[in-house]
């Protein structure tokens, strides 16, 4: 291959995207005008960057125009190599009429891997349907500051939950054949002040045992292919140009032996942004050296500018042989480039030669490509059943004075708040809808999307249902001021139930409250919800009715006094589709709540950043007048049934056990209320004396147990050594000797029982190879009679 046909797999081109009106990537309005495809086709294409999520287009349209693409270029170069296609599928595959599902943070809430592996098969065989190759998706940062405005992208506060579901993530899309991309690698949640793209100044411990393990436990456990770059420097080091990052971790100490990509634009801001590059030769340069091997989304400084450099000799032409190697090696997997490789997808298939089916044209009768509209369709009812029973599982009941559930419902229920009546209110800023369809305001939304409103008139058909806005998302939205919160006290007091529907509007840039440059300034709820919820609590002390309040979120947020004057407080992240019902069901009875906190609700709005994961000083002392204890903390979820633990055990001999070893426990949970539930174990670790500052606890292990009435189930967990390892002050993860206590806990603030175990022996060294989960083996018991052999259920999937 010539270097210009070498240079032409290493980036792609975003052909529909444009420069005018509002942005979906950082900087995208500084975008030059990219080369045509014309003008690219004779040296070949890595890869095509988002067909179906740049504009709204009909998916069989959508899947046609990208095959016919895909013919084009395959006709134009000598070696006739595809294009690698690919698109964002965060909550569901971002394509116009797809199934949208709850947003990773409640992925975290779910605690349920399993289901969340099942719901990326069914996005990757959507996307692999209509002849996409790759998905920018998961993402595995960890939240250390809910002001983030990602924070919804995330799966949680807690590195061993961000890792466990985000592997069960990359397992389903990768089964259907979609290669799957870990971001944003590294330490891209940890700006300062929460502040998009900001700087990282964090210590290597932090980066290693917080910010790393859950890459490395997707790298080690999920076979994912591809991994993307973060935007931020750490300590004053681009990740986009670091060696030490990108190839002497990931690559010669993980393994990893797939393909890095630039996040949008990554490698044009080691100039722009960061002002390490001199010009553009020198940013591909940096990039290319550092690990990055495609640079996405379009064409910059991977042609031109690096084939001077290379000219000039600032970078050995065997730099771009090795990202070639690890790109061709990909589309080799993928069989694009098997002597029978067919631009065709499935969805397309039994049509004629041209995907028309032997249509007319556009004149005839037949009426050509158009006759194809519609015939593709990704929003089955089989998808709709997974995103429902996701957004089941992951709304978290956080108060409860017993109001709920409502059972048949109240004569009027009042819906109040600026979430009762919008149709988005479930969706995060990368579900298509939000994305891409609120700029193009006229186009339907090509799902269903039930109000709150509406779900609840459809939950309690016999009650009647009334409402008002009261007041925006945020100051700029109509109605606002004291005529909206008045109109909606007064609609509150001819109420028998109030329930107020708050929290934000998914957004990019500054468009909405939460989402991609949406940060925010304190973890007040935005614009003047704060006043109307104080004002509904006030009518509500006066009638007599119950106050329950609703959260449709992208990010937690104090909720001053009614955190303990509402009757009850019921938390969503984003939950897609299905959201609404899901909520309705929880309120009525009808769907037992069985979600947990993946992130701290504070109690103060400014004490930030604060998350469940600190040392003892991150904590309340006597020595500051801040008190950062959550109002909420992580793991934190309420049931309508109770649940009783009992019976610690630890295992004979196994409560003591080498460095190298591992110990045993067990105990017993029965669920002592009327109604079938499910509780959430969770095992934290406290290391009391280390040889470097530790946090308070750390999650290590979890699992679902679902009970029915007086079912009882006894629950052994074997705990590896392996799992008290960090950090040392030498930069090694070591196994240390000494006493240590397993926490088995309903929260991080709400430990059950607990067991003192001891390590013994000499310091041990671990590394990337060491064992990373705890198994628990159910076994469930009915009246104290065994019913059956042992059901296994471990963290690990299998």
């Known amino acids: 291959m010539t270097l210009d046909e070498k240079l032409a797999q290493l980036y792609g081109l975003w052909a529909g995207a444009s420069a005018d009106g509002a942005e979906v990537a950082p900087y995208q309005h500084n975008m030059e005008k990219p080369p045509t495809l014309d003008e690219l086709l004779p040296y070949g294409l890595g890869q095509l960057t988002r067909p179906f999520g740049t504009v709204p287009v009909d ?36 394509a116009w009429g797809a199934t949208t599902y709850p947003v990773p943070l409640s992925w975290g809430a779910s605690f349920d891997p399993a289901l969340v592996r099942e719901m990326a098969g ?13 998905g920018l998706a998961p993402v595995l940062d960890v939240v250390r500051d809910a002001r983030w405005g990602r924070v919804e992208e995330t799966i949680g506060e807690d590195p061993y939950l961000v890792g466990t579901v985000a592997t069960a993530y990359v397992r389903g899309l ?33 980066l290693a045992d917080v910010v790393l393990p859950p890459f490395e436990m997707a790298v080690r456990e999920s076979g994912v292919r591809s991994v993307m770059h973060a935007y931020n420097d750490i300590d004053g080091v681009p990740c986009a140009a670091n060696p030490e990052l990108l190839t002497q971790l990931l690559r010669e100490t993980w393994g990893f032996e797939g393909t890095v990509v630039a996040d949008y634009f990554g490698v044009d801001f080691l100039r722009t942004l960061h002002g390490v590059a001199a010009d553009w030769g020198e940013a591909a340069t940096m990039a290319l050296g550092a690990g990055v091997d495609v640079e996405l989304p ?28 690890r790109v061709l090696t990909q589309k080799a997997d993928l069989g694009l480039l098997d002597p029978d490789w067919t631009p065709r997808p499935s969805a397309l298939t039994g049509r004629g030669p041209d995907g028309l089916d032997g249509l007319d044209g556009p004149g005839g009768p037949g009426g050509g490509p158009e006759a194809l509209r519609g015939s593709v369709t990704l929003d ?5 059943d997974i995103s429902r029973r996701l957004a089941e599982r992951s709304v978290i009941l956080l108060r409860n004075d017993g109001t709920l559930p409502l059972g048949g419902g109240p004569a009027r229920i009042a819906v109040i708040g600026p979430q009762a009546q919008s149709p988005t209110a479930v969706l995060g800023c990368y579900s298509f809808p939000v994305h891409v369809g609120s700029q193009h305001p006229g186009t339907p939304a090509g799902i269903e999307l039930p109000t709150l409103r509406e779900s609840l008139a459809a939950e309690f058909p016999g009650a009647e249902i ?41 957004g990019l840039f500054g468009r909405g409250t939460s989402g991609e440059g949406c940060d925010a300034e304190s973890l007040e709820l935005p614009g003047e919800q704060g006043a109307l919820l104080d004002a509904l609590l006030d009518v509500c002390r006066e009638t007599g009715a119950p106050l329950v309040v609703t959260l449709l979120a992208g990010r937690p947020y104090a909720l001053g006094r009614a955190a303990t004057g509402a009757a009850a407080v019921v938390q969503s992240f984003f939950p897609g589709q299905e959201g609404t019902p899901a909520i309705a069901g929880v309120l009525s009875g009808r769907i037992e709540p069985s979600g947990r906190l993946p992130v701290s609700v504070p109690r103060l709005a400014g004490a930030q950043p604060s998350t469940y994961l600190a040392a003892p000083l991150a904590r309340l002392t006597e020595v500051s007048n801040i008190d950062p204890t959550p109002e909420f903390a992580f793991g934190h979820g309420l049931s309508y049934t109770s649940f009783d633990w009992s019976e610690l055990t630890v295992a004979a001999g196994a409560g003591t056990a080498r460095t190298d070893g591992a110990l045993e426990v067990s105990f017993a949970v029965r669920n002592t209320g009327g109604r079938a539930g499910t509780e959430v174990v969770q095992l934290y ?49 070591r196994v240390e000797p000494g006493a240590l206590e397993l926490r088995l806990a309903a929260s991080s603030a709400d430990v059950r029982l ?20 705890a198994e628990f083996t159910v076994t469930r018991e009915t009246t104290g009679e065994t019913t059956g052999e042992a059901t296994r259920e471990a963290t690990r999937l299998p």
Not at 64 to 78: D, G, H
Not at 180 to 202: I, W
Not at 380 to 384: D, E
Not at 686 to 698: E, F, G, L
């Open 754 to 773: 607990t067991a003192a175990v001891t390590l013994t022996g000499p310091v041990r060294h671990v590394d990337h190879t060491r064992e990373l989960h």
């Open 466 to 506: 009334v409402g008002a806005a009261g007041t925006g998302i945020t100051r700029d939205d109509a109605p606002f001021g004291t005529e909206g919160i008045a109109e909606a006290v007064r609609v509150a007091r001819r109420a028998d139930v109030v329930i107020a529907a708050l929290g934000d509007r998914a």
């Open 122 to 134: 069914a996005i990757g065989r959507d996307m692999r349907s209509v002849g996409l190759h790759q």
């Open 59 to 94: 998916p069989a349209l959508g899947a046609l125009s990208l095959m016919r693409t895909q013919e084009r270029i395959v006709a134009a170069n000598r070696f006739g190599i595809p294009a690698m296609a690919h698109d964002e599928c965060l909550a569901g595959f971002a």
């Open 174 to 206: 990768e089964s259907a054949g979609i290669v799957a991309t870990l971001k944003h690698f590294a330490g891209y949640a940890a700006s300062r002040a929460g502040r998009n793209l900001a700087p990282v100044s964090m210590g290597p411990r932090e």
């Open 298 to 325: 379009t064409v910059k400084t991977f042609r031109e500018p690096l084939r001077a450099a290379i000219a000039a000799g600032r970078l050995a032409e065997e730099t771009v042989d090795r990202a070639l190697r």
């Open 685 to 733: 670790l406290h290391d009391p004396v280390a040889s470097a500052v530790q946090p308070v606890q750390r999650l290590i292990g979890y699992a679902r147990v679902p009970l029915e009435p007086d079912e009882r189930a006894r629950i052994a967990v074997r705990v590896p050594a392996d799992l008290a390892s960090f950090t040392g002050r030498d930069g090694r993860r």
């Open 380 to 384: 089955s009812p089989a998808h709709r």
